[in-house]
């Protein structure tokens, strides 16, 4: 008996794991399987090769009882079943379940990517001194997570007990081998006190290299109670030196400046001293400034940055002035009297904004009498004529490195009114325009010592055609070989600072680190964070 078309067997599809096969077939005719029947109604039902949606929106429109079945079967179909033993799925899968185990695991204390991670973080908080808080609040960790979710913050107290400490010791210990290989070295030093009235002591070495590369070291800012005497000074000195394996005899100088108990110190020590050259100016200025007609218009010009200093509506109105008469935004500098250079700076900015000045203060009954006047303005630009070279010569003779000393300014943190301003680089006459090209002539032989000597002086003095630009180091760095005997001098004796502005600098430092916020801060902790963002 014969199957009429209604009731001819129809068969699934090779292969296929889909439950949507219960209600759909082919016939054993259909060898190639490309025309899809419905078991229910027969109809045929248009779908591309392996794609079931036809298949299903079949149900839900034409059977809905059996699409309800088909949905609860997809439901409790396990995943194994849906994806088939296929290896490349089975593959995938065991890749993604891993992916997703790593990204949700925390990496171990000890793994080389927490402690590289955890490392970098603490050199950030010493270099740019950021207080150890930081590390607990919600937007420093949201931007960890986001770099690394798999890296989790520690606490701030891992970071102030065992990783800078730890850091501490790897950089003394790197500074300690740079100083065992330099046989001279030259020192700066000053006193200091903190906001919360606590007494420090600075100690900067300063060497040239195996390189010729002038280096500067801050080796300590520590705790000093005792009393500032020259002979409790002195033994600080000297403990500290000795504390870094350094020898007094391979000292060759000290730079400090006048304060009364520093030199007895310096004497007591049986030290050759240099005084700072920026504080005997900024004496010298001081002197000179004197004159009745000179402190009358200083004291007006001080007046009328005040004026500007403690009101947002004169800042409006003189930002509105600059406006429209066309001058630079610039901002009023005020004078710090421990600054040398500070006071020409404010001079300066008064005279470059004197025509918005009076047209402000002008509209002021109370401070109309602030407005310079002619007498007033022609004295203050006398002053900064006078001082303005002085300040530039400064600023070249306070630089740590000969090549950098156009950038590195004596520590004259001027504070303007909310706004730091950056002044120009200026170009500085290097140590270099001395020098003149070396002779060729070779020296006799079986000479003796005195003779050799002559001769390599002689020779060196008739040094031609150096560029006066030129780094003095870097000259030396080729011609070393020519002058064996006047490089070593040139290594002994141009590592000497002529000013104490680098222990200056290590206070600026700690100002930045004793903060209003972080006044609690132990002095060893202070020392070792003065030290790290001085070195690092």
């Given at each position: 008996m014969e199957l009429t078309r209604d009731e001819e067997?129809?068969?699934?599809?090779?292969?296929?794991?889909?439950?949507?096969w219960n209600w759909f077939g082919f016939k054993q005719s259909d060898t190639e399987q490309k025309n899809i029947i419905c078991?229910?109604?027969?109809?045929?039902v248009i779908s591309k090769s392996g794609n079931t949606s036809n298949l299903f929106h079949h149900l839900k429109t034409k059977h809905i009882l059996e699409y309800q079945e088909s949905q609860k079967l997809r439901t409790a179909q396990t995943p194994s079943q849906s994806s088939g033993n296929k290896k490349g799925d089975?593959?995938?899968?065991?890749?993604?379940?891993?992916?997703?185990?790593?990204?949700?695991?925390?990496?171990?204390?000890?793994?080389?990517?927490?402690?590289?991670?955890?490392?970098?973080?603490?050199?950030?908080?010493?270099?740019d001194m950021v207080p150890f808080l930081t590390v607990e609040k919600s937007g420093f960790k949201n931007m960890v997570k986001t770099l690394d979710p798999r890296y989790e913050v520690p606490d701030r107290k891992r970071f102030s007990?065992?990783?800078?400490?730890?850091?501490?010791?790897?950089?003394?210990e790197q500074v300690k081998k740079e100083l065992r290989r330099i046989k001279h070295y030259a020192t700066t030093t000053d006193l200091w006190s903190s906001r919360t009235m606590e007494p420090y002591i600075s100690l900067t070495v300063h060497f040239i290299n195996?390189?010729?590369?002038?280096?500067?070291?801050?080796?300590?800012?520590?705790?000093?109670?005792?009393?500032?005497?020259?002979?409790?000074i002195s033994q600080g000195l000297k403990e500290a030196l000795e504390s870094w394996g350094l020898k007094e005899e391979f000292q060759v100088c000290i730079t400090t400046d006048n304060g009364a108990n520093i030199v007895k110190a310096v004497e007591l020590?049986?030290?050759?001293?240099?005084?700072?050259?920026?504080?005997?100016?900024?004496?010298?200025?001081?002197?000179?400034?004197?004159?009745?007609?000179?402190?009358?218009?200083?004291?007006?010009?001080?007046?009328?940055?005040?004026?500007?200093?403690?009101t947002w509506k004169r800042k409006r109105e003189m930002a509105n002035a600059q406006s429209e008469l066309n001058l630079p935004p610039h901002r009023l500098i005020t004078e710090t009297p421990t600054r040398w250079g500070s006071r020409q700076q404010m001079i300066q900015r008064v005279l470059e904004q004197e025509k918005a000045i009076s047209q402000v203060l002008k509209a002021d009954r109370k401070t109309r009498h602030l407005v310079p006047t002619w007498q007033d303005t022609d004295v203050l630009e006398s002053v900064n004529k006078t001082l303005n070279p002085l300040i530039e010569f400064t600023?070249?003779?306070?630089g740590e490195e000969y090549t950098q000393a156009v950038s590195e300014s004596p520590p004259s943190h001027t504070s303007t009114a909310g706004e730091t301003q950056k002044e120009p680089k200026r170009s500085k006459r290097s140590l270099g325009s001395f020098f003149k090209k070396a002779s060729s002539q070779p020296g006799p032989a079986a000479l003796t010592d005195r003779e050799v000597i002559e001769i390599e002086l002689k020779s060196y003095l008739q040094v031609l055609d150096v560029d006066g630009e030129a780094d003095p180091l870097d000259w030396?760095?080729?011609?070393?070989?020519?002058?064996?005997?006047?490089?070593?001098?040139?290594?002994k004796y141009l590592c000497i600072p002529g000013t104490s502005a680098p222990s200056e600098r290590a206070f600026s430092t700690s100002d930045n680190i004793v903060t209003c916020q972080r006044s609690a801060l132990k002095p060893e902790t202070v020392d070792k964070l003065v030290f790290l963002a001085n070195n690092l």
């Open positions: 067997v129809l068969v699934k599809k090779t292969g296929a794991t889909s439950v949507i078991k229910l109604c027969r109809a045929t089975l593959t995938r899968q065991q890749t993604n379940i891993f992916q997703a185990f790593s990204k949700g695991t925390p990496y171990a204390k000890t793994s080389q990517r927490w402690i590289d991670i955890t490392n970098a973080i603490t050199v950030y908080l010493c270099k007990r065992t990783e800078m400490p730890k850091l501490f010791d790897q950089v003394r195996e390189e010729w590369k002038l280096c500067s070291r801050c080796l300590q800012t520590s705790y000093f109670p005792e009393d500032h005497t020259g002979e409790q020590s049986g030290w050759t001293r240099l005084q700072c050259f920026g504080h005997r100016l900024h004496l010298a200025i001081e002197r000179s400034m004197r004159d009745v007609c000179v402190e009358r218009a200083i004291g007006k010009c001080k007046k009328i940055v005040s004026a500007f200093s403690y600023d070249a003779l306070s030396w760095r080729l011609h070393q070989a020519n002058f064996p005997r006047v490089a070593s001098l040139a290594r």
